[in-house]
């Protein structure tokens, strides 16, 4: 009876060893998840990565009028986009990347601007002037976009829209490919987006912490889900968005891209079963710097593919 207790003791004491291990582990692993929801997904704490505007697009800003204008969106958030009325029945939207607001979208603003093209560029949700102190990576995004797009189609009478995304923007715009859109959304371009939330911090995780992603992931979804009712390993697919789109896409990518992983791009256009999609490539352009790197290529390609699809 003695030996019988002496070695139920000693278990007892592994147990309780193996249970403040797996708990410390737990700990570890659930705070690493609430470190990556508040640094990645929560904006209202980030100081941001996108660095100065460039002279040029400041200067363009100062001396292009605008207007700034205001929607509420479908769960109450007020959002601000800027509104460059070129006089023209022909407007893009352009939606800006991760960490950013509509005055990046500058670039691409002053190109489309010249011409003559009318240009609402926006400011995500928790970005910019927008309502909302947290990202849900295109998944809420979807919707903002076509009521955007619906707000200028029947208060500003545009004829044709396209939707232009870069980054994070470039997921947004796949994903509203997808939904109920206005008639006079013509086409989609798509700059470097991924091919879903749950592989780009699959491939994040271990590129910047250096650690696996599971089980961390599977927490983050946890928290994701409990906080704002969306889901990082279910929801923001862009595979299966353009799987269903009902909108011409062109798919952008530069080859040195290293921050959404090239070989995205091939995942979403094979996805993609529209006769119209088109697909170009960069060489050597690191994320989002296709159309420094090739300008010539990437506007011949923008334009040509408005041109074809814009009802004259």
């Given at each position: 009876m003695v030996y019988y207790n002496y070695n139920n003791t000693g278990g007892s004491a592994a147990v309780k060893k193996l249970f403040g291990i797996v708990a410390f582990i737990a700990v570890v692993i659930t705070g690493i998840a609430a470190l990556m929801y508040k640094k990645y997904l929560k904006t209202d704490s980030r100081k941001g990565f996108c660095g100065e505007q460039p002279e040029e697009n400041k200067k363009w800003l100062d001396n292009t009028e605008y207007q700034d204008i205001y929607m509420v969106s479908r769960d109450d958030y007020c959002l601000h986009a800027m509104m460059f009325d070129n006089n023209s029945d022909n407007w893009v939207i352009l939606v800006h990347g991760y960490d950013a607001d509509g005055t990046y979208m500058t670039t691409y603003a002053t190109k489309l601007y010249e011409e003559g093209y009318s240009i609402l560029s926006i400011d995500q949700r928790g970005c910019g002037l927008?309502?909302?102190?947290?990202?849900?990576?295109?998944?809420?995004?979807?919707?903002?976009?076509?009521?955007?797009?619906?707000?200028?189609t029947e208060e500003y009478n545009a004829r044709n829209i396209m939707l232009l995304g870069v980054s994070m923007g470039a997921a947004t715009v796949m994903l509203a490919s997808a939904e109920q859109l206005p008639?006079?959304?013509?086409?989609?371009?798509?700059?470097?987006?991924?091919?879903?939330?749950?592989?780009?911090?699959?491939?994040?995780?271990?590129?910047?912490?250096h650690i696996p992603p599971y089980p961390v992931l599977w927490v983050n979804d946890l928290i994701t889900r409990f906080k704002k009712g969306w889901s990082v390993l279910?929801?923001?697919?862009?595979?299966?968005?353009?799987?269903?789109?009902?909108?011409?896409?062109?798919?952008?990518?530069?080859?040195?891209?290293?921050?959404?992983?090239?070989?995205?791009?091939?995942?979403?256009?094979?996805?993609?079963?529209?006769?119209?999609?088109?697909?170009?490539?960069?060489?050597?352009?690191?994320?989002?710097?296709?159309?420094?790197?090739?300008?010539?290529?990437?506007?011949?390609?923008v334009l040509g593919f408005m041109n074809k699809h814009f009802v004259k």
């Open positions: 927008s309502g909302d102190n947290e990202t849900t990576m295109g998944h809420l995004e979807k919707n903002d976009v076509a009521d955007w797009a619906k707000k200028l008639d006079t959304v013509r086409c989609i371009v798509e700059d470097c987006g991924y091919s879903s939330v749950r592989e780009q911090f699959e491939h994040s995780i271990v590129k910047v912490l279910k929801d923001a697919d862009c595979v299966k968005a353009v799987s269903r789109a009902k909108v011409p896409i062109l798919f952008i990518h530069g080859e040195a891209d290293d921050f959404v992983p090239f070989g995205m791009q091939a995942k979403v256009y094979e996805a993609c079963k529209r006769d119209d999609k088109e697909i170009i490539t960069v060489k050597d352009a690191a994320h989002t710097e296709a159309v420094v790197k090739d300008p010539e290529l990437y506007w011949n390609a």
